[in-house]
C-alpha cells in the first residue's frame, strides 16, 4: 500500500491531495482514500513553491520512503517505543490555563453526568491537532501518549461520550470560551468577518447533515457546511455547522445575531463578507438590528450604468492612487454616494422594493489584474488543448466559461459527460481580460474614507487564511467519522485549535509571530529522560524566537525537572 498525489481538474483549477491506496476487508480489493488536502495549484503558487505539483510529489515520495522505514523497524523490532515526548504542546494548553474555563466545562461533563475531566479532554485533544493531525484512534494510541503528562480519559470514553458530548453542546462550550476570553483580553467585535467553507466525505448516499451542495472543491460528494466569524481583529469569535445543501446566506445572519444575545453586544457592528454573502436579505437584516456592512460586488453583473462608470477612466473619474513607499501603485480608488434599489421578501410571498443611501467605491488592483489574466490565459490555453481532441463537456472545469460547445453526437443534448466540439467565445475572453483587476465595495458606512472601506475589507484575508489552516494544516476532514455528534465535535476541536493559534499570534505575539512558526515550535520541541534532567530536542531555529519572546529557558540542551513542572503549569 503507498501514497500517491491526486490531481482534480475542478471549475477553480488543478486541486491537490495525497490519497493512499489501501486493503478494503469488505470488498476484498484495492482501494483508495484521502488522507491530506492540499489546495488548489494557483493557490499554492509562491517563492517558496514555484511548481506546487513537483513539491508535493516529492512529499508523497517521502512519505512513502518513512512508511517503509516504519514497516522495515516495526518487522525487525529494533525499537519497541519511542522514548521522546513532545513539550511544545505545553504552549497550546496554556490558553486554556490562561482563560481559566475548567470548572465551567467540567461542569457541562457533570451536567451530563460524565466521569471524566472535560477541560483535560478538550485541552489535550486540541493540543493533539496541532502536534499532529490525525485520526481519533492514532490521537489515543500514538500522538497523546507522546506527551509528557498522561491524560485521564480513554479511547473509548473518547469515542462513545467525550465526542459526542463536545459536539452536541459546541454552542455552549464555544460561549463558556468567548466569555473568557473576553473577560481577559476584551472582544473588538466593532466590525466582524464571514464566510463559509464545506468538508466532503466520501460516503454513497447523503446521510444526515452530510448532504449534497455546491462544494467548495467542486466535488459531487456529500458535505457539511461550517460558517466561521472572526473579530476586529481577525480572532475566531464563533462557528456554526450546517447540512451542506443549505445556503451560508441565512447562517451569516444568524450567527451575528446569536454572537450579539449571547456576549451581550448592544453596540453596532460593521458585517464584513464577500459578494457570495452580499443580498438583500443580509443587507436589510443588517440595517434592520442597528448594524451596519461591507460586501464586495462583482463589476462584471453590474447595470450597464453603473459598470459604465465604474470603468471611467478619463479626468472626471476622480481616481485616488495609493502607493507603496517605493512609489509603485498599491490600487487606485473611487467612490460615490447614491440610492439604490433592492428587492426584498413581503408578506405572503410578496417582493417589496427599498431605496438605500450607500457608498459604493470602485478600486483598481495591477497586482491582481496581472494575476487575473494570468488564469484568464491559462484557462483559454487549457481549453484550446482540450478542444484539440474529442473532450467531455466535464474536463473543460473553469476553462468552460470561455468555450460554446456543440454536442459531436447524439440527440443534441450537452452533459458533463458528453463529447463536445468546443469554440473559444473571445469576446468573453476580452471582457473578462478588461475587467481583470476592478472591484466594486458596497457599504452602509457612507462618512467611511474610501481607503479605510479598502483596508477593512481586505482584512477577510485572515479568514481565507484560518480556512487553509483548517484544510491543511490542520487536516480537519473528518475521514472516519459516522455520528453527527462526533463530526460536529471533531470540528470543535479544530476550531479550538485555530482560535488557540490566533490567541498567541495576535494577542500574545502581537502579530509578529506567524501561525506556521508557532506550530514549528509546538511539534519540534521534544525532549528526551536523562536521569534525573532532560535533554532538549528542539531544534534552535524553530525554538527561539518564541522562547525570546516568552522570557524561557528552552535553548538550554539540559532541562531540569523543576522547569519541566514549571512549563506544564505555565500560564500566559
Known amino acids: ?69 516504519e514497516m522495515e523497524a516495526s518487522r525487525i523490532k529494533t ?9 511544545g504542546y505545553f504552549l497550546v494548553k496554556s490558553v486554556f490555563g490562561t482563560l481559566k474555563v475548567e470548572s465551567h466545562l467540567n461542569l457541562l461533563a457533570k451536567i451530563a453526568n460524565k466521569p471524566y475531566d472535560l477541560n483535560e479532554a478538550i485541552a489535550s485533544l486540541v493540543s493533539a491537532r496541532i502536534v499532529s493531525p490525525c485520526s481519533k ?65 466520501e460516503i454513497d448516499r447523503e446521510k444526515g447533515d452530510r448532504r449534497k451542495g455546491p ?75 442597528g448594524d451596519g456592512y461591507i460586501f464586495s460586488q462583482s463589476v462584471k453583473r453590474l447595470p450597464e450604468q453603473e459598470r459604465k462608470w465604474a470603468l471611467l477612466e478619463n479626468e472626471s473619474a476622480r481616481w485616488t492612487e495609493i502607493r507603496d513607499g517605493s512609489g509603485a501603485l498599491l490600487y487606485k480608488c473611487k467612490s460615490c454616494i447614491d440610492k439604490f434599489q433592492y428587492r426584498v421578501g413581503g ?59 456543440k454536442a ?61 489552516t483548517l484544510k491543511s494544516e490542520l487536516d480537519a476532514r473528518p475521514v472516519y467519522l459516522q455520528k453527527r455528534e462526533s463530526i460536529y465535535g471533531h470540528f470543535l476541536i479544530c476550531y479550538l485549535a485555530v482560535f488557540a493559534l490566533r490567541v498567541l499570534q495576535i494577542k500574545e505575539f502581537k502579530d509578529e509571530i506567524h501561525t506556521n512558526e508557532i506550530i514549528s515550535f509546538v511539534r519540534s520541541l521534544k525532549v528526551l529522560k536523562n536521569g534525573e534532567s532532560y535533554i532538549n530536542l528542539g531544534s534552535k531555529d524553530k525554538i527561539k524566537k518564541i522562547n525570546d519572546r516568552l522570557g524561557l529557558n528552552l535553548t538550554n540542551y539540559f532541562l531540569t525537572d523543576k522547569t519541566i513542572k514549571k512549563l506544564l503549569s505555565f500560564k500566559l
Open 79 to 87: 525499537i519497541e517505543s519511542d522514548p521522546t515526548k513532545n513539550l
Open 137 to 201: 484512534i492514532k490521537t489515543m494510541e500514538e500522538v497523546i501518549p507522546s506527551f509528557l503528562e498522561p491524560v485521564h480519559f480513554s479511547s473509548d470514553q473518547l469515542y462513545d461520550s467525550i465526542l459526542p458530548l463536545i459536539g452536541d453542546e459546541y454552542e455552549r462550550i464555544l460561549e463558556i470560551i468567548n466569555h473568557a476570553f473576553a473577560r481577559k483580553y476584551g472582544r473588538k467585535t466593532d466590525s466582524v468577518f464571514f464566510d463559509g467553507t464545506n468538508y466532503y466525505f
Open 408 to 468: 459531436v453526437s447524439g440527440d443534441g443534448e450537452i452533459l458533463d459527460d458528453t463529447v463536445v466540439a468546443a469554440t473559444i467565445d473571445q469576446s468573453k475572453v476580452s471582457e473578462d481580460l478588461r475587467l481583470a483587476g476592478y472591484n466594486l465595495l458596497i457599504t452602509s458606512e457612507t462618512k467611511m474614507k474610501a481607503e479605510e472601506i479598502y483596508k477593512v475589507y481586505h482584512r477577510l484575508w485572515r479568514i481565507e487564511e484560518t480556512f487553509r
Open 1 to 69: 500500500m503507498a501514497y500517491f498525489l491526486k490531481k482534480s481538474n475542478t471549475k477553480k483549477g488543478v486541486y491537490l491531495q495525497i490519497y493512499e491506496s489501501y486493503r478494503n476487508k469488505e470488498k476484498k480489493e484495492t482501494s483508495h482514500r484521502a488522507v491530506k488536502s492540499i489546495g488548489y495549484v494557483s493557490e499554492l503558487t509562491c517563492e517558496k513553491i514555484p511548481d506546487p505539483i513537483a513539491y508535493y510529489r516529492a512529499e508523497v515520495k517521502g512519505m512513502n520512503e518513512k512508511r517503509k522505514r
Open 215 to 289: 462544494s467548495k472543491e467542486s466535488r459531487n460528494d456529500p458535505i457539511i457546511s461550517m460558517g466561521l466569524l472572526l473579530d476586529a481583529e481577525q480572532i475566531p469569535l464563533a462557528m456554526k455547522m450546517f447540512p451542506g445543501n443549505e445556503s451560508e446566506k441565512p447562517v451569516m445572519r444568524e450567527i451575528i445575531k446569536d454572537m450579539k444575545e449571547k456576549n451581550g453586544i448592544a453596540g453596532r457592528t460593521i458585517q464584513v463578507a464577500d459578494k457570495g454573502l452580499n443580498c438583500a436579505k443580509n443587507i436589510c437584516e443588517a440595517l434592520k438590528s
Open 347 to 405: 408578506g405572503a410571498g410578496r417582493q417589496a422594493t427599498v431605496s438605500l443611501t450607500q457608498k459604493r467605491v470602485v478600486t483598481f488592483s495591477p497586482p491582481l489584474a496581472e494575476k487575473k489574466r494570468h488564469e484568464i490565459k491559462k484557462m483559454v490555453e487549457r481549453a484550446r488543448e482540450l478542444s484539440g481532441y474529442q473532450a467531455k463537456k466535464k474536463e473543460y472545469g473553469d476553462a468552460a466559461r470561455y468555450v460554446s460547445f
